[in-house]
């Protein structure tokens, strides 16, 4: 079985030392191919370098360029040349993180608006796919998505956890979800669990958003409390159970089709679980 973790924060300062560890065991748990998560230029810069330190193959982890919402005020003249120079280079596989975030308001919406502005030209120009946040603004994404959505290759709204008119508002727009451990959480996300069923096989992709989002059904938990990718398997297994079918044709598909979105190379069978990366001092 092989899994794809489409949306890691392995940048975060939880991990630091630990990246060998970390790879390791996602790889023993089938995660073969992990896409880490750029959440700011620099940031993006680190998640890159990651991949170069940790994957000498170019097979296994790939990275994407951009600013988060929640950092759209350090939007400057050099960020697009940045990030451009970045998504240029074969392991950055999308624009983003970026998108609209109305729960926390961290930079001012008008701000937020731009710089997803300036993120979805970007990806026209390159012809790269978008890897959007979404919190408490989907409608405001999709007006501003649709006057984008016919010169954009592709585009997913990372860690869904919105209510069923949000998600068909995306479906309808030929948008793919991530999906990730908010679905094992019973204080918060049980409304996704009918929901995912209505998501197409060919839209469906899995991601453990970690070191956060820590799935609640795990067992035994780990004593860290941090998330990291060879959890994904308890996602896997959650959206197998509400979407009625078994966790080896989900992994299939899911696989599949993040594969194709982010244009990733295949990996044999055989080697998937394999770990060849070099130790860390």
Known sequence: MQLID???NLTNDSFAQKHEAVLQRAYEAGVCQLVLTGTSVEGSEQALQLCQRWDESGERLFSTAGIHP???SEWNGDSAARLRDLLRLPQVKAVGECGLDFNRDFSPRPQ???VLQEHLALAVELQLPVFLHERDAHQRLLDILKDYRDHLPAAVVHCFTGERQALFGYLDLDLHIGI??????E???THLHPLVGSIPAARLMLESDAPYLLPRTLRPKPKSGRNE???L???LREVALHRGESVAEL????TACARAFFALPEIPSAAAGLYGADSEA
Do not use: M, N, Y
């Open 251 to 254: 992994a299939l598909s899911t």
């Open 233 to 235: 398997t308890e996602v």
């Open 180 to 185: 990730t451990g908010w679905i094992c959480d």
């Open 112 to 114: 937020q608006e731009k």
């Open 187 to 189: 204080r918060r996300g």
């Open 229 to 231: 990718p060879a959890f």
């Open 6 to 8: 489409i949306g890691v």
């Open 70 to 72: 929640h950092s759209a």
